[in-house]
């Protein structure tokens, strides 16, 4: 059974920092491109940012650009989401997603995360 488990959300002040984790499992990522998107209540989902196979190329939302950072460790099947100055418009579920980089950019993945949950106060 494939399976994207996100961890790390919580609840956060305006300006502090979270560090997501997703784990995957179940199948081979270790060519795939994963990804983190959010969902804010009564918003479609949104695409944050992507990771390509080998870790050397991402590519991220205007509006998380230089306050979020994506790292892979292919060797555990993980991929991280470092966000730093948080604000309360990032309040969300974040969601990781895995397969192609077209497919992933496109909110199409092979797979997707149940989510977790981040709450920036103000």
């Known amino acids: 059974q494939v399976q994207l488990v996100e961890s790390g959300g919580g609840l956060v002040q305006a300006g502090g920092s979270l560090r997501l984790s997703c784990t995957a499992s179940g199948r081979t990522f270790r060519n795939d491109a994963m990804g983190w998107f959010r969902q804010a209540p009564g918003k479609e989902r949104e695409f944050v940012v992507v990771?390509?196979?080998?870790?050397?190329?991402?590519y991220y939302a205007d509006s998380v650009k230089g306050r979020f950072t994506i790292s892979r460790d292919s060797a555990k099947n993980t991929v991280y989401l470092q966000m730093n100055s948080l604000k309360p418009e990032d309040t969300a579920v974040y969601h990781c997603a895995a397969g192609r980089w077209a497919g992933v950019i496109a909110a199409e993945p092979s797979d997707w995360g149940q989510g977790t949950q981040v709450t920036v106060s103000s």
């Open positions: 990771i390509n196979w080998s870790g050397e190329v991402t």
